[in-house]
T-cell receptor, first 114, second 113 residues
Framework: DVKVTQSSRYLVKRTGEKVFLECVQD?????MFWYRQDPGLGLRLIYF???????EKGDIPEGYSVSREKKERFSLILESASTNQTSMYLC?????????????FGPGTRLTVT | RKEVEQDPGPFNVPEGATVAFNCTYS??????FFWYRQDCRKEPKLLMS???SGNEDGRFTAQLNRASQYISLLIRDSKLSDSATYLC??????????????FGQGTELSVKP
């Protein structure tokens, strides 16, 4: 059974704090993704990684950075949290290569920045 | 123009109704297509893949029209448990690197007794 886990389900941080969101998958997937989901805006891709130490900007990378030191772990970093980063953050992973492989999501982290 | 556009919701239907969702995509290089389902406050989960020949899974039928860049999902005999948001997903595959999934905004379905 594929599992994508995220370090916290709920997180409350203050403006200006550095925030780390951790994601771990146990299926040896090459590709990993970070999204945020907001009402009316749907899922928006922040960053993705197609292999260890590789990263690519998604559609809304500003204010975020990522780290992929090990294949199973993909971290999202908010260097200085702001209130407009209050959102639901979803991590996902999938096998690379053509063939339309399914993407599996973690349960999400609901981050509130006050 | 959004890369993937879906019917605006919400769709409110009675139990037993047939409901259809539509989705259009803008990039003709898109290679794979899915419908995902997302329950309230939960993560999205794969509902079904969409193939050019059309495919069916029980009460659910998915269709793809590459020429028109159009995807559809038909739900027959709606159940209360079908209430969820349905996300249209398109994949752009990168050579040797996997793919980037592009999600539509989702269409909310509410099935009433």
């Amino acid at each position: 059974d594929v599992k994508v886990t995220q370090s916290s389900r709920y997180l409350v941080k203050r403006t200006g704090e550095k925030v780390f969101l951790e994601c771990v998958q146990d299926m040896d997937h090459e590709n990993m993704f970070w999204y945020r989901q907001d009402p009316g805006l749907g899922l928006r891709l922040i960053y993705f990684s197609y292999d260890v130490k590789m990263k690519e900007k998604g559609d809304i990378p500003e204010g975020y950075s990522v780290s992929r030191e090990k294949k199973e772990r993909f971290s999202l970093i908010l260097e200085s949290a702001s209130t407009n980063q209050t959102s639901m953050y979803l991590c996902a992973s999938r096998f690379s290569g053509t063939g339309g492989h399914e993407q599996y999501f973690g349960p999400g982290t609901r981050l509130t920045v006050t | 123009r959004k890369e993937v556009e879906q019917d605006p919701g919400p769709f409110n239907v009675p139990e037993g109704a047939t409901v259809a969702f539509n989705c259009t995509y803008s990039n003709s290089a898109s290679q794979s297509f899915f419908w995902y389902r997302q329950d309230c406050r939960k993560e999205p989960k794969l509902l079904m893949s969409v193939y050019s020949s059309g495919n069916e899974d029980g009460r659910f039928t998915a269709q793809l029209n590459r020429a028109s860049q159009y995807i559809s999902l038909l739900i027959r005999d709606s159940k209360l448990s079908d209430s969820a948001t349905y996300l249209c997903v398109v994949i752009l595959e990168f050579y040797n690197q996997g793919g980037k999934l592009i999600f539509g905004q989702g269409t909310e379905l509410s099935v009433k007794p």
